[in-house]
Nanobody, 129 residues
């Protein structure tokens, strides 16, 4: 199983970025997918996590409170890719962003980092003026 994130970079507050997570070695629709982030000196935290399904609306989605209304997730199973669209970025969104996958994540802890056993290498997102 392999996950590769891309799309990170340096942006100014208020701007947007779209991260991509290209997966291989497993069926994307059969796995829960999570976007996580880790800022320096902080624990890794869940941003948006989706349960298995053909489309995001098929199952459950967890949004961290700080990103509701600003971040959205989508999946293209044909391209084996999950996207994280980040709008209205803030300085506090600065972190390394990771995607992760696991076939068996309980809904109650859909965005619990310890529930995921397959991780990408991460991509840096820096929001600064």
């Amino acid at each position: 199983l392999q996950l590769v994130e891309s799309g990170g970079g340096l942006v100014q507050p208020g701007e947007s970025l779209r991260l991509s997570c290209l997966v291989s070695g497993f069926r994307l629709d059969a796995y829960a997918i999570g976007w996580f982030r880790q800022a320096p000196g902080k624990n890794r935290e869940g941003v948006i996590c989706i349960s298995p399904g053909i489309s995001v609306g098929d199952g459950n989605t967890f949004y961290q409170d700080d990103v509701k209304g600003r971040f959205t997730v989508s999946r293209d199973n044909d391209k084996s890719t999950v996207y994280l669209q980040m709008n209205s970025l803030k300085a506090e969104d600065t972190a390394v962003y990771y995607c992760a996958a696991d076939p068996d994540v309980p809904i109650q802890v859909l965005c619990g980092p310890y529930e995921y056993h397959h991780w990408g290498q991460g991509t840096q997102v820096t929001v600064s003026s």
